[in-house]
């Protein structure tokens, strides 16, 4: 893995981020892609769901199937993903999250996007006060204009 999992950075350098993860961004980074987060070592907490692991598993696969990773190289990204994954704060699948999800926004956006937007919302509506506020991490063009629309920061986009 090129970069790690988000580090913990001497703060008086670097102004502290705490970012909704998409699969866009990981993916970027384990697979070596071009314009990765330039926030990534700046990250005090990353918070994704379960569904980054399904997205970025797939996209592994589909790469390995068409023969642009090796089995060892599938094995060693599945794994970065696995120690990504460690290191993030996984918001957990409950009604209000569905129920958030299934609501109209205000610009189309698709149905698993949904999921990690309203994801970020029901981590943003539980926030501490005196916690940084949560922006949204991703290379998705729509997804950064869905949660721009939401009030939502967005780094990557």
Not at 11 to 24: G, H, K, N, P, T
Not at 123 to 140: G, L, M, S
Request: aromatic residues 8%.
């Amino acid at each position: 893995m090129d970069r790690g999992p988000p580090a913990r950075p001497h703060r008086d350098f670097v102004q502290a981020v705490i970012a909704y993860i998409d699969s866009s961004v990981v993916l970027r980074i384990i697979l070596g892609q071009p314009n990765p987060l330039a926030e990534w070592d700046e990250l005090e907490l990353g918070v994704s769901n379960r569904l980054l692991r399904i997205e970025c598993f797939r996209t592994l696969d589909r790469f390995w199937r068409e023969g642009d990773l090796t089995d060892v190289q599938l094995s060693e990204k599945r794994s970065d993903v696995e120690m990504i994954l460690k290191h993030l704060a996984l918001v957990q699948f409950d009604q209000r999250l569905f129920e958030i999800a299934a609501q109209p926004f205000p610009v189309v956006i698709a149905s698993l996007d949904a999921i990690h937007l309203a994801a970020a919302i029901v981590y943003r509506e539980k926030q501490p006060a005196d916690e940084r506020p949560i922006v949204i991490a991703t290379h998705d063009i729509q997804l950064a204009k869905a949660a721009r629309s939401l009030n939502f920061n967005v780094l990557g986009a």
